[in-house]
Each structure stands twice: as C-alpha cells, then as structure tokens.
C-alpha cells in the first residue's frame, strides 16, 4: 500500500543528482529500491487500479522509470535519473505519441497530469480539424479547464501562428505536441497517501480528455 514517500526519498534524489557515478549508487542502491523505487511502483499501482475499476470500458497498463538512463544519454552526464515517473496508458509499443496519464517525481518539485511526448504531425492535424469541424463545440468541451486552476496548457507551439477558428481555441490550435499538466514545489503532500487521492481525482477529472485525444489516433 501506498503510504507517501519519506524524507529519504528526497535525500536520495538530491544524493544522485549530486553523485552521479556508480559507486555512490551501488553504496545507496537499498535506499534507492526501499525509499524511492518501491513507493513509485505501489503509488503507481494503485493509481492504475483505480482507473482500470472505474474504467472497465478502456484497457490501461501502468510503467514505472528507471533510473538507468539510455546509454545514448549518457554521453556528457551522469548514468542515472534524479527522479522517476509512472505513465497509465493504452497497451502500444508507441508510448511516445500517444495519450498518456503520468506522476513524476524530482529531488525539487512533482507534477502529474495528461499529454504526449511528441504528438505526431498528423494527429495535430487531424486535431486542428476537428475544431475547425465545430470550433463552439470545443470550447464547451474545454471550459472546464478554464473554470479549475489544477491543469494548465503546455506544449512546444509552432513559430508561425496558424489562424484559429476563434480566440478561446487558438492556444490549443497552435501547439505542436500537448499536455495538460500540473507542477508544483514539493511539500508535506508527498509524504502522504493524500497524494494518490489528488492523484487519483486529476486523472479523473481528465479522463474525457484523455478518450478526446485518443480518439485522434
């Protein structure tokens, strides 16, 4: 059971950022797997097991990170992450351009929420279609994002502007890949199971977004 990480957690984290080499890792690799690994994968668990119950209909499986970098990244860095994140998406080789619901965790800060790693062009188009479709529509379909303060916008956006069919829709219309994401300072939050309620209620609260963009595939 998910009980909230700890404040060797944290220590870890900022152990790593600030050790980056093996034998600091192997002489901390139980801290790592008690303090940080396991917690993730409990935390991540029982998120997926929430919305897999309340979403029968749809076909999740949840990843957790590891912390060993791609050997193509390590050229210039350390060979391991400072933090880690669990994604709950659809059964697919393809988790790069797809929806995904993720949690991520730094030595610093924690955020969670919906989107792509890099959405391919011609799933933003088919996007931009379908608000040029019914552009009145999609701002009612995204006026609850406007109406809470938990889900911001985010994304790379294109350097020239394409003409939206009206103004609530242009900040979406313009972006090259998209999430909608919440990040905040780490706090007393994390060392409590009330983070995987928080976490819980957010992906819940995007799950019509996440069939929106689904939809797109």
């Known amino acids: 059971m998910f009980k909230g990480f700890s404040q060797a957690t944290v220590d870890f984290m900022w152990g790593i950022r600030l050790n980056n080499d093996k034998a600091w890792f192997e002489a ?32 999740f499986v949840h990843k957790v990170s590891r912390i060993y970098k791609d050997a193509r990244r390590v050229r210039g860095g350390g060979m391991y992450r400072d933090h880690l994140w669990f994604s709950i998406e659809r059964p697919s080789g393809d988790w790069v351009s797809t929806p995904v619901f993720w949690f991520e965790l730094n030595p610093d800060t924690w955020s969670y929420g919906l989107g792509y790693y890099a959405a ?19 701002e009612d379909f995204i006026r609850p994002l406007e109406a809470q303060s938990e889900f911001v916008l985010d994304g790379p956006e294109y350097a020239r502007k394409k003409p939206a069919p ?14 909608l994401i919440h990040t905040q300072k780490s706090g007393d939050e994390i060392f409590s199971r009330g983070l995987l309620d928080r976490v819980a209620a957010g992906f819940r609260f995007l799950m019509p977004y996440y069939d929106y963009f689904t939809a797109l595939e």
Not at 120 to 138: C, G, V, W
Not at 166 to 172: G, Q, V, Y
């Open 166 to 179: 009206t103004p609530a829709s242009a900040p979406w219309y313009n972006k090259k890949s998209l999430s």
């Open 28 to 59: 901390h690799k139980e801290d790592y797997k008690e303090h940080f690994q396991n917690p993730m994968k409990e935390l991540a668990r029982e998120a997926y097991e929430l919305l897999s119950a309340e979403s029968k209909e749809r076909s």
């Open 120 to 138: 391919k062009a011609e799933t933003m188009t088919r996007f931009r279609e379908r608000i040029d479709d019914a552009p009145d529509r999609f």
